[in-house]
């Protein structure tokens, strides 16, 4: 259980198998016990190491240890094709939030358009697009900062918010239009 130095080193198996067959996954959970594996009821992050990372976890390990219990490992893949597939968990989950944000987006065009046709140019109307504009950039804002692999939706992303913002300008111009008329 110690590698060099006495210093702890373990063995960290992330993995998933279908519910069905069920026997699979008793085969595997039984040859696991029998290796010594261990089960604890505790949840699983993955964070990738990253300065910003360990700046901020500290203070959420303070808050759990208030209530339960906290482990913070750090984990290498053994293998290149270990890294390959936990990069592809971490680039999948953050593209899942930047194609969130790409749908929210369509939908923030789409209701300027909606307005527009309709003829609903008001000043409220104007002000609730700019807050639907200003979350939707807080929220990118968010993903982007935590974007640590760099994944290639990013850029369609900005793209988008800025053709959201030139609409919602066109869409107030209108509405000062229609103030003044």
Known sequence: MSG??????????????????????????RKLKRLGGVYPKLSLC???????????????????????????????????????????????AKEREYRELLEECQEFLEEVRSNIEKGNLTQEEAEEMEEMLSSLKTWY???????????????????????????????VSLCLKQARA
């Open 4 to 29: 060099e130095g006495g210093e702890l080193k373990l063995l960290l198996l992330l993995y998933e198998v279908p519910e069905k067959p069920s026997r699979v996954k008793v085969n595997v959970w």
């Open 141 to 171: 804002e968010h993903v982007r900062q935590t974007d640590w692999l760099g994944s290639s939706l990013r850029e369609e992303v900005e793209k988008m918010i800025e053709k959201c913002e030139r609409a919602l300008e066109d869409f």
């Open 46 to 92: 993955i964070l990738p190491e990253h300065p910003a990372v360990r700046d901020g976890i500290s203070s959420v390990i303070e808050e759990i240890k208030a209530h339960g219990t906290a482990l913070l490992l750090e984990a290498k893949p053994l293998s290149g094709e270990d890294a390959s597939a936990i990069l592809g968990v971490l680039r999948a």
